[in-house]
Nanobody
């Protein structure tokens, strides 16, 4: 049974930091590109970042470049999203997803499996 489980969300003040984790099971994690997406209330889901199966290639949305860092530990079957200098507009439910396309992609339709999401709220 394939599972992706996000954790690490919460309430943080503007300018603060959070680190999200995404742990996969039921599939060969190191074969898969991992993507992070988010969806704010009333808005469409948007891509945040993605990382290739070996961790050598990454991509970021312009809105998070220089503030967020994606990484992965294939021994632990876990991807991380380090979020710094958080802004109120980063408030959303954050999801991780997995695809075996073999490339980094920011297109949600190309992802096969999704986690249940974790809430991030940036507010004073």
């Amino acid at each position: 049974q394939v599972q992706l489980v996000e954790s690490g969300g919460g309430l943080v003040q503007p300018g603060g930091s959070l680190r999200l984790s995404c742990t996969g099971s039921g599939f060969i994690f190191d074969y898969y590109t991992i993507g992070w997406f988010r969806q704010a209330p009333g808005k469409a889901r948007e891509a945040v970042s993605c990382i290739s199966s070996n961790g050598r290639s990454t991509d970021y949305a312009d809105s998070v470049k220089g503030r967020f860092t994606i990484s992965r530990d294939n021994v632990k079957n876990t991807s991380y999203l380090q979020m710094n200098k958080l802004k109120p507009e980063d408030t959303a439910v954050y999801y991780c997803a997995a695809t075996n396309l073999g490339i980094v992609t920011m297109t949600s339709a190309e992802y096969d499996w999704w986690g249940q999401g974790t809430q991030v709220t940036v507010s004073s």
